[in-house]
């Protein structure tokens, strides 16, 4: 048996994703989670506030490297609290906005890619520091991937004015916590992160070519519409301005 949700509930929800698509396999608990967070944020925390402490989460990331690279590994857990508050904020930032219904649309578009941007740059250097030798392309090839991924939301969002920022079943929340995982199997079992950086980045490849031969058949779709569009206007305004017959 589903369980209730409030008129209210519904209500907020509805405010809170009806700019963007999800389609990530932790969607129905982390819309819930949203829902309830966003009416608890203090009136003092504006949009700005919360995507500053989702920046924030990632310096913390990138720290948890750096200890863990000259001091012990155990320092790789305060990535776990790192990616939290990166969630918490850059889940959080714009659906704020929404609730309190203070949207900036172009402006909020724009800063949470260039912040998820620096924070990728920033957590893939911290794996750089963490790796030696040939291991440090995985950290670059990963972030190459993920700047791939980025791209065709936005060229998505271009084409057919729909934000997504998942990849199938996988989002940036699911993406955080199987990083967060690997980071605990790291300080038990050697070599566990860079091998799962790999594999990650494998998988990104291969999500990244499926998504850009989808885009592209989308996007000769709207061409070919867009022509016989034309062609139908043109056709129009000659028949609407030829002179008639006597």
């Known amino acids: 048996m589903k369980p ?9 929800l509805a405010a809170l994703t ?3 698509e999800r389609t990530n396999i932790l969607k129905n608990m982390e819309q819930k989670a949203l829902v309830y967070l966003v009416q608890k944020i203090p009136v003092w925390i504006k949009s700005d506030g919360l995507t500053l402490i989702g920046f924030c989460g990632s310096l913390i990331v990138l720290a948890s490297f750096i200890l863990a690279t000259y001091l012990n590994k155990y320092w790789l857990l305060l990535g776990l609290p790192g990616f939290l508050m990166n969630w918490f904020g850059d889940s959080l930032d714009g659906r704020l906005a929404y609730y309190r219904q203070t949207p900036r649309k172009w402006y909020g578009f724009t800063l949470d890619l260039l912040v998820d941007w620096m924070s990728t740059i920033m957590i893939g250097f911290g794996y750089l520091i963490f790796t030696e030798g040939k291991w440090e392309l ?22 057919t004015d729909k934000y997504t920022i998942d990849s199938g079943i996988l989002g940036p929340t699911e993406v955080r916590i199987i990083i ?15 091998y799962a950086a790999l594999a990650a980045g494998i998988m990104l490849f291969v999500f990244n070519i499926l998504d850009t031969f989808k885009l592209l058949r989308v996007a000769n779709r709207k061409d070919r519409s867009e022509k016989v569009r034309e062609n139908k206007n043109t056709i129009t305004k000659a028949n609407g301005t030829s002179t008639p017959d006597r």
């Open 4 to 12: 209730v949700i409030s008129r209210e509930a519904r209500e907020i």
């Open 18 to 20: 009806h700019d963007r």
């Open 138 to 159: 995985v950290g670059f090839g990963f972030v190459v991937m993920y700047g791939w991924a980025m791209l065709i939301a936005i060229i998505r969002f271009k084409v």
């Open 180 to 194: 967060s995982a690997i980071m605990i199997a790291e300080i038990f079992v050697s070599g566990a992160l860079l």
